[in-house]
């Protein structure tokens, strides 16, 4: 049984010796604070009866401790020596008091000094292991003592002249597999305090899982990777020997754990598990002078190898133009001089540029020895990153298939590894985020969808959507987990307000993965934070028309930071609320067919209002039913004054490849221009004492068996919109309620048009359409 310290132990030494060396004489609180945990544990563990010898030891060993620590105190110097040998007391405490309670509970246990075991060279701090000699050493005592348990302190060994030396942190682990080498072991056993090797780093992805098989040589791309259950070099001894490792959870010992063995059974998963490091430094050595000239990355390494630099990741373009290595972020400063130093002459002839170091980056990797041959890997990898504006700055994978490194933003790091997790291992499921804007009429029916669709979501298509925030005019709510959508209206109400900069700031700090901007406003203000937001890949879904509709520079804009950075810019509700026109229109663009003309009613407001007025009541009473049906516009004059038709038109005609401006659609509006002289309840006072014009627009129309339609139409870079009489064997007559309908004639579509008809406006339907265009932005 090899033993770790208590917790905490190692630290604690360490600070006390750094402070002794300082001439801080807190070291002595620090030791006297250690020494009754110790003494505390033992008598916690042992009976009263058999307590004084185990605490006379202590008590001597801390008198030791003190007398080291005194010694640098004098000497205001800490030699590595020195370090050692104060760190090798943690697991000589621990281990010799859980050699006493073994013996205690009655078993055949003694105590061995891993000193006389472990042989290491005298680097001390980090000293390598002379497996020949540890063999011998190991095998040599035990035949010469007997016992049927040993105890031994983890992480610490001795030099050939008997120094204390140190195996690195986490070396406990190390020791016990070295042992179990020496031994020939059945198997090793790690009792820590998570139940083994995981999916992924669980303080990053909620989702990660433990890995029950993993074979050794993923195990130890994994541990080497980050993931700290393992101490990395531990994996060397009991491969060689083929002796399976099996990591298991001190606290829940009846889970499975993570067994390392051999050839662990094939899995239908081809990826293991996704690692990370922090703290990357990017080192690139460019010049063209390097280009086929044979020796220059021999030097590169070695001037790092001298300086004991550790290279943690290669990548060469094949243009030979460039070399690039990652190291610990620790080392770029010594890595910069080092390797200046070395091509000197090269630099001064302008051969080479000086090294370039990048720091704050993060590796993400893949690892699975079943990624080999297994086509598409990377392809997944790249686009689940690419999709989240993540940026990978440089890429490794060696001919063995068991890794693929990206070398990312640290900043980008929790995103990356839910990215991956979510795109390898689909038994999870995905989650979405979004920060919505506005809490109205389609906003607040939205909000209200998604609550009762979130079960449906995790259940059918392993989608979690969370509302991170959600904004109206004047509040802004919050959450890390998701607003709890049963009581948003409450939350918000409760909430600070926060300005939209604040708000677009908000989003690109979280860095959440699929992440989605949700515009439900009516607003101008609110589309500034789109060109920002698209630029860092976070999707925007609008059913305000006022970006589609504003400039042309200004939509065009929009469109292009979508494709560029890979961001969905969706507004199909800017058209006919959820009826596909907009999607429609975009398949007949991408499949080379021409739109000719396009004849549509695109107001659900108009067709609601020519629908259900016929003289018995006003007017202006019918559109504040259509307004009380949360069909309007918040402001109801666009709708009757033709501009929220010439809105869609313009949209419509610029989806089709027309470059236009609004003032490029012709409004023929019908109302008298009085109506709109003064606010809303002018407007609607005015419109009663029209009555007498609105009546006789409808008196003509039904004369004739005609309908009154306010009607868009197109036809080879013209648009218009207007008020029309149609007859019943138009396609456009028989519309019912706030149905909108369109008509394409097309290259495809000469002579039958293409025709789309349906519920075109109202807060649900809107709020239907919206929710498609997520799903559609994030699937
Ligand atoms: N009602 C319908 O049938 C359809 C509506 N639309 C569009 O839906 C949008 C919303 O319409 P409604 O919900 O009826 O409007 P609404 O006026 O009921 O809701 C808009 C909400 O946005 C909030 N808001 C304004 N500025 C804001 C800001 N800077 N930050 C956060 N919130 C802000 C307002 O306080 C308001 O609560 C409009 O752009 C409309 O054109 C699109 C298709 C159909
Ligand atoms: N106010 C609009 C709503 C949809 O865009 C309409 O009346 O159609």
Known sequence: MVVSALGGTTDALIAAGRSAAASNEAYREALHGL????????????????????????????????????????????????????????????????????????????????????????RFGNAEVDMAATDLQVKAYLNAHKARLWVVPGFIGADAQGNTTT????????????????????????????????TADPRLVSSARPIARISYQEAMELSHFGAKVLYPPTIQPVMQRGIPLWIKNTFAPQDHGTLVEVAPPRTAAVVRGISSISSLALLSLEGSGMVGIPGFSRRLFAALARERINVILITQSSSEHSICVGVNEADAARSQDAVDEEFATEIAAGRIEPLRVETGLAIVALVGENMKSHPGISGKLFGALGHNGVNIRAIAQGSSEKNISTVIQAADV????????????????????????GAGNVGGKLLDLLARQQAYLLDKLRVQVRVVALASSRHCAVSDEGLDLGSWAAALDAAPPLGLDEFTQLIIDKNLRNSVLVDVTATPDTVRCYAP?????????????????????????????????????????????????????????????????????LSGTLNFVFNHYDGSQ?????????????????????????????????????????????????????????CFEGDVEAFYAQMLREEA????????????????????????????????QLAPDHNLYDLRGKDNAIQFYTDCYVEQPLVIKGAGAGGEVTAAGVFADIMRAVL
């Not at 609105?694 to 207007?722: I, N, T």
């Open 35 to 122: 020494e009754q945990r110790h003494l505390a544990a033992a008598q916690e563990l042992l009976p009263t009866a058999s307590q004084q010898a185990s605490l006379d030891l202590l008590r001597s060993q801390f008198a030791e401790l003190q007398r080291v620590c005194d010694g640098v105190f004098a000497l205001g110097e800490l030699s590595a020596r020195t370090l050692d040998k104060l760190m090798s007391y943690g697991e000589l405490l621990s281990s010799q008091l859980v050699a006493a309670a073994a013996k205690q509970q009655g078993l055949d246990a003694a105590w061995a000094d891993s000193r006389q075991l472990i042989r290491t060279n005298s």
């Open 414 to 437: 929790r995103k990356a590894i839910n990215v991956v997790h979510e795109a390898f291992f689909e038994a999870t499921y995905k989650q979405v985020n979004l920060f919505v804007l």
């Open 167 to 198: 195996l690195g942190r986490g070396g406990s682990d190390y020791t016990a597999a070295l042992l179990a080498a020496a031994l020939g072991a059945e198997v090793l056993e790690i009792w820590t305090d998570v139940s083994g090797m995981m």
């Open 693 to 724: 014009h609105f009546r006789a627009l409808y008196d003509q129309a039904a004369a004739q068996g005609k309908k009154l339609r306010f009607v868009a139409q197109y036809a080879e870079g013209r648009a218009k919109v207007g008020l029309q």
């Open 533 to 601: 937001l698209l630029a860092k890949s976070v999707a925007v879904v609008a059913c305000n028309k006022v970006a589609a509709s504003s400039d042309y520079a200004f939509y065009a804009h929009l469109k292009s930071l979508a494709q560029e950075f890979n961001a969905p810019f969706l507004f199909e509700t800017n058209v006919g609320a959820a009826l596909p026109i907009l999607n429609t229109l975009q398949d007949l663009v991408r499949t080379g067919d021409r739109v000719q003309r396009f004849e549509a009613v």
């Open 618 to 674: 006003p007017f202006a009473e019918v559109v504040r039913q259509a307004q009380a049906a949360g069909v309007t516009e918040p402001d109801p004059r666009l709708d009757l004054s033709g501009t929220d038709v010439a809105r869609k038109a313009l949209i419509l005609a610029r989806e089709a490849g027309e470059v236009m401006e609004m003032s490029d659609i012709e409004i023929q509006g019908f109302l008298p221009a009085s």
